[in-house]
């Protein structure tokens, strides 16, 4: 029952995506591209994506969050760290950089992996870059800390 | 190097609303923050919980969204990838590397760590914003 709930959950994070028309690198480079203001290049479509986005979860969540627990599971599991540290500034910058370069970020990777070979190699090369931050973050003896859960 | 494209505030808007309300869906039904890397890198072992299978599910039903959107509307969007091969291998290298390494992207730290009002995602938020408009505006105006 929770599986399917998680395969919709998926879909609708996935067809909000398409429509929003985010599983479309160019619309993103061209929302980040903020000096192509002049040339009528940018694309604001990307804030209003994250409005609607913020606006229905900010209101969401404070409704969930007064049950005392989910549907299905003991407890909410929300991040507990607070501390502004390295990774939490290395961390997004690199990824800021990986975004700025193709235009893709994980979730709308993963939307566009059916559309062909590039968007298909860009997500194997993403889940091996994931794992081997995982393994670097993980290791027993590190100068980094332990990794927090996100 | 730039494709133009259409501003769709309406339909951003709306599909925006979509993704929040599968991440409040998420929270409600099973207490998970709805963060597409965190759920990615926990595909692969060593796993810590036995939620393995849902997580599987909500990536396969990211994946299948977009053949979903041709049944109902009969056409598939095509996205417009101008990157080279190389350019997306290493582009998606830094990309999993970056967003396990901060804890999130943007779907963790921008959409449900700001609906938190969580410090640590608005700095992440602020910070890959930034460099991500740099890095298009040195490959698209400098170099």
Same mark, same amino acid.
């Given at each position: 029952?929770?599986?399917?709930?998680?395969?919709?959950?998926?879909?609708?994070?996935?067809?909000?995506?398409?429509?929003?028309?985010?599983?479309?690198?160019?619309?993103?480079?061209?929302?980040?591209?903020?000096?192509?203001?002049?040339?009528?290049?940018?694309?604001?479509?990307?804030?209003?994506?994250?409005?609607?986005?913020?606006?229905?979860?900010?209101?969401?969540?404070?409704?969930?969050?007064?049950?005392?627990?989910?549907?299905?599971?003991?407890?909410?599991?929300?991040?507990?760290?607070?501390?502004?540290?390295?990774?939490?500034?290395?961390?997004?910058?690199?990824?800021?950089?990986?975004?700025?370069?193709?235009?893709?970020?994980?979730?709308?990777?993963?939307?566009?992996?059916?559309?062909?070979?590039?968007?298909?190699?860009?997500?194997?090369?993403?889940?091996?870059?994931?794992?081997?931050?995982?393994?670097?973050?993980?290791?027993?003896?590190?100068?980094?800390?332990?990794?927090?859960?996100? | 190097?730039?494709?133009?494209?259409?501003?769709?505030?309406?339909?951003? =808007?709306? #599909?925006? @609303?979509?993704?929040?309300?599968?991440? /409040?869906?998420?929270?409600?039904?099973? &207490?998970?923050? $709805? %963060?597409?890397?965190?759920?990615?890198?926990?595909?692969?072992?060593?796993?810590?919980?036995?939620? =393995?299978? #849902?997580? @599987?599910?909500?990536?396969?039903?990211? /994946?299948?969204?977009?053949?979903?959107? &041709?049944?109902? $509307? %009969?056409?598939?969007?095509?996205?417009?990838?101008?990157?080279?091969?190389?350019?997306?291998?290493?582009?998606?290298?830094?990309?999993?590397?970056?967003?396990?390494?901060?804890?999130?992207?943007?779907?963790?730290?921008?959409?449900? %760590?700001?609906?938190?009002?969580?410090?640590?995602?608005?700095?992440?938020?602020?910070?890959?914003?930034?460099?991500?408009?740099?890095?298009?505006?040195?490959?698209?105006?400098?170099?």
């Amino acid at each position: 029952m929770l599986i399917l709930a998680q395969f919709a959950i998926g879909l609708i994070f996935g067809l909000g995506l398409v429509i929003a028309g985010m599983s479309n690198p160019a619309k993103v480079l061209n929302f980040l591209d903020v000096a192509g203001i002049g040339s009528g290049i940018w694309d604001p479509s990307l804030a209003f994506v994250l409005a609607g986005a913020i606006a229905v979860t900010f209101v969401g969540y404070k409704l969930v969050l007064r049950r005392g627990q989910p549907i299905f599971g003991e407890r909410f599991h929300l991040p507990t760290a607070q501390d502004i540290d390295a990774r939490i500034i290395a961390g997004p910058a690199i990824f800021g950089i990986g975004w700025g370069l193709a235009g893709f970020c994980p979730g709308p990777a993963f939307t566009a992996m059916t559309s062909g070979v590039p968007a298909a190699i860009f997500v194997a090369a993403m889940l091996a870059g994931m794992l081997a931050a995982r393994t670097i973050a993980s290791r027993p003896v590190s100068v980094i800390g332990p990794a927090t859960s996100g | 190097m730039s494709t133009a494209t259409q501003f769709t505030p309406v339909a951003s =808007l709306m #599909g925006g @609303a979509l993704i929040g309300l599968s991440a /409040v869906l998420l929270m409600w039904l099973n &207490g998970r923050i $709805a %963060g597409v890397s965190g759920i990615a890198v926990r595909l692969f072992p060593p796993y810590t919980d036995s939620e =393995l299978p #849902g997580r @599987a599910a909500m990536i396969t039903g990211l /994946v299948v969204a977009p053949l979903v959107y &041709g049944l109902v $509307a %009969g056409s598939i969007p095509v996205p417009t990838i101008t990157s080279s091969l190389p350019l997306l291998v290493i582009a998606g290298l830094i990309v999993g590397f970056g967003s396990v390494w901060g804890n999130g992207c943007t779907s963790g730290h921008g959409v449900c %760590g700001l609906s938190r009002l969580s410090v640590r995602s608005m700095v992440a938020t602020f910070t890959f914003m930034a460099t991500a408009i740099a890095t298009v505006f040195i490959t698209r105006h400098i170099l």
